[in-house]
């Protein structure tokens, strides 16, 4: 696996978990890392972004202000910290290198699925499941 994310679980509404991404095989800093998640039934939305260098951040309204994104570039990794957890954030969800804007990625699913690139240069993790409930 060239992305593997880890820390999903159980938690109750409110509680926090801190997911983690570690990458390898391609060049990280070159890279812009996401966070999608997809509840069954739903598309796949794109939730955070993190620029390349890590300037710069980005957020979809229904999270901003309760998960924050980051990376550390040396040790090729990414997290995403979750706090107030709501059950609607029940979810699985994915890290990804990407070669999207990070304002497309926390758009909507139809803008981002819509934008043009190379998808054969991104790279995906395998998902990590969040069950929010009490």
């Known amino acids: 696996l060239q992305l593997q994310a880890s820390g999903g679980g159980l938690v109750q509404p409110g509680g926090s978990l801190r997911l983690s991404c570690v990458a390898s095989g391609f060049i990280f800093d070159d890279y812009a890392i996401a966070w999608y998640r997809q509840a069954p039934g739903k598309e796949r939305e794109g939730i955070s972004c993190?620029?390349?260098?890590?300037?710069?951040?980005y957020y979809t309204d229904s999270v901003k202000g309760r998960f924050t994104v980051s990376r550390n570039n040396p040790k090729n990794t990414a997290g995403l910290q979750m706090n107030s957890l709501k059950p609607e954030d029940t979810a699985v969800y994915y890290c990804?290198?990407?070669?999207?804007?990070?304002?497309?990625?926390?758009?909507?699913?139809?803008?981002?699925?819509?934008?043009?690139?190379?998808?054969?240069?991104?790279?995906w993790g395998q998902g990590t499941q969040v069950t929010v409930s009490s």
């Open positions: 993190i620029g390349s260098s890590g300037e710069r951040t």
């Open positions: 990804a290198a990407v070669v999207v804007p990070c304002s497309i990625v926390v758009s909507t699913p139809a803008v981002e699925s819509a934008f043009q690139r190379d998808r054969s240069r991104e790279h």
